[in-house]
């Protein structure tokens, strides 16, 4: 590719706590390909694009961009881009809130001097219909980890839901989006990923990941830690620190040591079945015969309440972007009530 490639955009989708910061480094390191930090444009606006009445009416498209760049803007990984609301307005390919997604992404690439952009935002796998529609020959890289790892991760950072119970349910959920992808009409454009494999076998395994994105490896990729993205990454937060580490080799099956047997039962009972189909094996051979009922489950939201703020405090005092996750937080949460209907005039914004 010899010039910006704005055809075959890549995404990182999944489960959060699964790798995917480490998978964005890792790509975000090789010469043609820029990933940044996801303001999770399409996750945080998408209950909101209805609110904006006929994106086709100039001043309600000017609104969505508008606060779309006001998002960016308090985003709690900062980006070092100037992005021009008039550029992005006439640049995008389609009037509507992934067209944004879109155009604000090719901005990122145009100033990053590289040829080709991916998108680290998990969340994406809830949005495949519309990302094919307009990039038939997009990549998907489906991250998957054992689950309960990814509760004995999701306990400590606060971008997570933190009881096993709630992180093993959105994980099912997740999880059977990416095996419907794999399994559906773009399954050429899909890659499965096991987290295990990655930090096993990192040569390998991105080299592969370079032969299905159509790119040369190059060996800067595992040196990724070396990068000042991954420096100036482990320093934002407490989620993050193990980005500025290099490949931990040691990092699976923790929740052997880090979860109860209770906690370890109840992810089974709750992601078995889809643990089972993307090849990982229940400790619990009785993972199937029990169910998790109401008092079980109004109780495991009582100790997901009692975690968050254990890990909230400790954001509060040991996180530099934690003003910035309040200040999205408190944006979001304005935006919900000045957008709460779609307009009724379209008298003109002053620029």
Partial sequence: MDELD?????????????????????????SHITVPHPPHIMHFMGSLEGRYGDLNE????????????????????????????????????????????????????????????ACKSTFMVEHADAIFRLFPHAKLLWLVRDPRDVAVSSMHSVFNPFHPYHTARLWHEQQQKGLALANGPYAENVLQLHYEYLIAQPEVT????????????????????????????????????????????NNAGKYKKRLSSIQIKTVERAAGKTMVNLGYTPDNTDWQSHTIGPVSRALFGVQDTLLNIQVQIKSLLNDKNFGRRIARRLYLTKLSWVRRSPPTTHKHLSK
Avoid at 9 to 27: C, W
Avoid at 77 to 93: E, G, N, R
Avoid at 215 to 228: C, K, R, Y
């Fill in 206 to 249: 991105v080299k592969k990941i370079c032969a299905f994105i159509d790119e040369s490896f190059e060996s800067t990729m595992l040196a990724f830690a070396e990068t000042p993205e991954a420096k100036l990454s482990g320093t934002l937060s407490e989620s993050w620190k193990n980005t500025a580490k290099p490949i931990m080799s």
């Fill in 58 to 117: 100039q001043d309600n498209f000017y609104r969505l961009v508008a606060d779309v760049l006001g998002l960016i803007d308090i985003h709690i990984y900062p980006w070092d881009v100037k992005l021009d609301i008039d550029q992005l307005i006439s640049q995008a390919p389609s009037r509507d809130l992934f067209g944004v997604f879109v155009t604000v992404y090719n901005a990122y690439l145009k100033a990053s001097n590289k040829k080709r952009w």
């Fill in 6 to 30: 704005n055809s075959h955009p890549i995404f990182i989708v999944g489960t959060e706590r699964s790798g995917s910061n480490l998978l964005r480094l890792i790509l975000n390191t090789h």
